[in-house]
């Protein structure tokens, strides 16, 4: 999957900013992406600190781009920006301030587009990440909300690797029908970014009107909707997770489907299920498993966790600059 990705850079070089310009675990990722020269770290901090930090730690972020809050030459034109952005929310006084913190001037360096694309939240929450990304680089025309995804890879016997894609698992709480078509939406353009020629099910503990409720009918609408929204994708709904997965309780239970027991874009009800669902596939499956992924914005920007490891963050800002 990754090969494939860095392949993609390769052919459009991409700049990706990291918030976190001292973290060691930052430092030692630019270092390896550096190393492939496909992709360009931004890391933002003190040039002397991040410097210095590098070489404690032993790595050698050459090539590297530097952008200090504090001294950066283009700060004027960014606080009028933001201003804008902010559209009278902020003064062009209260911009300046938020423009010292790493995380607001990064994606302000994504919404002039002198990177492509942000990784953030080593140390940041992901409150810190998405709230700049939604005030500053805002969502794609049309879309109403930020949603994300999770790829899950796990090598099979064939030698190719399983691939799925799990949506929302981490930012909508109780998604609408209408949010539930959005999200379907942006994870099915995600999932073919990665290779996933999708199948999408719409899960739930219904097939097919074996189950009653309120949940069973609002999946049931979102798959009605998805599929007027997207004719040409596969997609099903709504489906029990067994139904969905296996071929043989699909031929009992919705034997004429196309997508029931070969679904590999699975879109949950609410984010108790998809955050349950996806970690069930990591712990119990061994399924790796790459996000959240923020879909809906318009570029780019992607959180990391605070217990991330480097390998984590050179993984995530493959993922994120791939997308740009």
């Known amino acids: 999957m990754f090969k494939k990705l860095i392949e993609i850079l390769k052919a459009h070089p991409r700049k ?24 360009t770290p931004i890391l933002i901090g003190n040039e002397a600190e991040i410097q210095a930090a590098a070489e404690d730690a032993g790595f050698n972020i050459r090539g590297a781009v530097i952008y200090d809050p504090e001294t950066y030459e283009d700060m004027g034109a960014m606080v009028d920006r933001m201003v804008e952005l902010r559209k009278g929310k902020m003064t062009a006084d209260e911009c300046q301030a938020m423009l010292k913190k790493g995380n607001y001037f ?78 379907a939406s942006e994870t099915v353009q995600c999932a073919k970014i990665f290779g996933v020629d999708p199948k999408v099910a719409f899960l739930s503990y219904s097939t097919f009107g074996s189950g009653k409720g ?37 031929q009992t239970k919705c034997p004429h489907s196309k997508v029931a027991g070969y679904a590999n874009t699975f879109i949950f009800p609410d984010i108790n299920a998809g955050n349950i669902g996806y970690k069930i596939a990591q712990r119990l499956g061994s399924f790796e498993a790459y996000g959240p992924i923020l879909l809906g914005l318009n570029a780019p920007i992607n959180d990391l966790s605070r217990g991330c490891n480097a390998q984590e963050v050179y993984s995530m800002a493959i993922i994120t600059a791939a997308l740009a």
């Open 16 to 39: 990706i900013v990291f918030t976190e310009g001292t973290d060691p675990r930052i430092l030692e990722a630019s270092a390896r992406l550096l190393s492939g020269t496909f992709l």
């Open 214 to 250: 309120e949940d069973v009918d609002k999946m049931r609408g979102a798959a009605e909707k998805a599929r007027l929204a997207m004719p040409n994708v596969p997609i099903e709904g709504e489906l029990q997770f067994d139904a969905a997965v296996s071929p043989r309780v699909a």
């Open 106 to 183: 990064g994606t302000m360096l994504v919404a002039m587009g002198v990177a492509d694309a942000l990784l953030g939240g080593a140390t940041y929450s992901t409150a810190d990440t998405v709230r700049p990304a939604l005030q500053l680089v805002k969502t794609k025309p049309g879309n109403s909300i930020v949603s994300s995804c999770f790829i899950l890879v796990r090598p099979s016997a064939t030698g190719d690797n399983d691939v799925l894609a799990m949506a929302d698992c981490a930012i909508n709480i109780k998604p609408s029908e209408d949010e539930l078509v959005e999200i």
